[in-house]
């Protein structure tokens, strides 16, 4: 029998299992977006207990204002501890069914790759599938675990009273009556304080080619289900790591039809969850979509800059932003003006499809964007390391102000790269010549340095918990910090 008509004869039950396969992944990826939801509505259950907390306290009585801070303090830190248990808990769950989720994507993306090259290998594959598919048959994809979300409800009578539940924890509060403050401590005792310890940050990997090192870790994103995405540059991968710095999986980036190793500048999620990754070739630059496992959905082209490149995602309109830096040597090429080239920068805004919508930047003199990132109202961010400063626009493309100055003062800014935002609209800027990052709030103005140990800060990204996620292009490693 040849090897073609062996294979058309093994396509069709492969092709089965490779269908079942996939619905049986679908039904891990419903079950950790559901995960995903309960954790939003656990945020959302906390920031209200919070919230509540602090209003009854500020109608508390001043004699005992100190006590009842201190109170505060304690009853937070409960809610807190409650909430990271629940979190901690549901973590647990979605790690081992993303363990069962890459081991059943793998094999099934190893027989699409079979199946393309046509190879002998593919006649070996059906056996293989059949016992990775097999083995998830038969499986009830599990429950998500049952939180205790933080509930506080005070009680209206005449004192101020509170009751405090956390889960299955219900803590007694303060009352005040005809004058006469009394307090009800529960096991707290005196004046004694519980400050909550702060999280301590860690780094991972080191320069090398094996999974979990880096050559030239540039862009930095990270997903709702708290997965880390690095743009490994020099490597022509993107590799992916949990918030506590595990290797997950990686994935070459390949251009489509080209089978070119491509070297991947910067990289962001849109809405969907897909990957939009902006990197060169020997001779060219693309802009490429992929699946979170590094499936290829669509591909445009760019113009050749030879620059590095930042992209982000307007989720409100679905468009692509990428940031484009071309040097204008002058007519001659021998001339003095080659050692003094001029820069222009600019952002391109695309469709999905690849039709240029519009440009913005260069009438402000934009030189050397180093990267991009969109706020909760669609505003533009635009970090300019050559100029020292960072752009803001509207979601229309207009021009709002810029801030920032050459310096290593408060406020002043040394090559800045990395750009982000937080929860709040603060914006957080990697300044890299500082070696520091810097937080702004949404005019622009100074607020602080966060601290971190960084040599070379390059990409900044918040995760869902608040967690800054940077890549250190000079060390060849990751860092992830507490914001503060």
Same mark, same amino acid.
């Given at each position: ?82 909430h ?20 059943l ?11 393309a ?91 090398g ?17 708290e997965?880390i ?108 003006n ?21 440009t ?8 050397? %964007?180093?990267? /991009?990132?969109? &706020?909760?109202? +669609? =505003? #533009?961010? $635009?970090? @300019?390391?050559? *100029? ?27 090559? %800045?790269?990395? /750009?982000?935002t &937080?929860?709040? +609209? =603060? #914006?957080? $800027?990697? @300044?890299?010549? *500082? ?31 608040g ?18």
């Amino acid at each position: 029998m040849s090897l073609k008509k062996a294979i058309q004869q093994h396509r069709p039950p492969v092709q089965d299992l490779i269908t079942e396969g996939r619905n049986i992944l679908e039904t891990y990826c419903s079950f950790i977006r559901g995960l995903r939801e309960k954790e939003k509505s656990l945020d959302d259950q906390k920031r209200e207990t919070d919230n509540q907390i602090d209003e009854a306290y500020r109608q508390a009585f001043d004699h005992i204002r100190q006590q009842l801070t201190e109170e505060k303090g304690r009853l937070l830190s409960e809610v807190d501890g409650k909430h990271r248990k629940n979190k901690e808990s549901i973590k647990r769950q979605r790690d081992a069914v993303l363990i069962d989720v890459a081991e059943l994507s793998s094999a099934c993306d190893a027989a699409d790759q079979d199946i393309a090259r046509g190879d002998a290998g593919f006649l070996t594959r059906e056996s293989k599938l059949d016992e990775v598919v097999g083995k998830f048959r038969e499986r009830t994809v599990p429950n998500p675990v049952q939180a205790h979300p933080a509930v506080f409800q005070p009680k209206p009578n005449v004192s101020v009273e509170l009751d405090c539940t956390l889960g299955d924890v219900t803590v007694p509060g303060a009352a005040a009556a005809s004058g006469v403050a009394t307090m009800v401590m529960g096991h707290h005792h005196g004046n004694q304080s519980h400050p909550v310890a702060p999280i301590p940050g860690l780094t991972f990997g080191g320069e090398g080619l094996e999974p979990g090192q880096f050559s030239r870790p540039l862009g930095v994103t990270v997903s709702e289900e708290e997965e880390i995405f690095v743009a490994d540059m020099k490597n022509s991968r993107i590799q992916v790591f949990t918030l506590q710095g595990t290797f997950v999986r990686q994935f070459p980036t390949v251009v489509p039809g080209k089978k070119e190793s491509m070297c991947p500048h910067n990289v962001t999620m849109e809405m969907e969850g897909n990957l939009w990754v902006v990197g060169g070739t020997e001779c060219a630059e693309f802009a490429v979509q992929y699946t979170k496992h590094g499936w290829v959905q669509r591909k445009f082209k760019l113009k050749y800059t030879e620059q590095i490149r930042g992209v982000a995602v307007d989720t409100r309109r679905n468009h692509i932003l990428i940031t484009q830096t071309t040097v204008d040597y002058g007519d001659d090429e021998d001339s003095d003006n080659e050692e003094n080239p001029h820069q222009n920068g600019e952002v391109l805004v695309f469709r999905p499809d690849g039709t240029l919508v519009r440009t913005v930047g260069r009438q402000q003199g934009m030189k050397d %964007p180093g990267n /991009i990132a969109v &706020d909760g109202e +669609g =505003n #533009i961010l $635009v970090s @300019d390391c050559e *100029n020292d400063c960072v752009y803001v626009y509207n979601k229309d493309g207009q021009f709002l102000f810029h801030f920032g100055s050459e310096g290593r003062g408060e406020g002043q800014l040394l090559g %800045p790269m990395g /750009i982000c935002t &937080d929860r709040v +609209g =603060n #914006i957080i $800027v990697a @300044d890299r010549g *500082n070696s520091r990052l810097d937080m702004f709030d949404n005019r622009g103005n100074f607020l602080k340095h966060i601290p971190v140990d960084i040599k070379s800060p390059w990409a900044v990204t918040m995760a869902p918990q608040g967690q800054l996620v940077i890549t250190n292009f000079d060390d060849h490693t990751v860092a992830i910090v507490q914001s503060i």
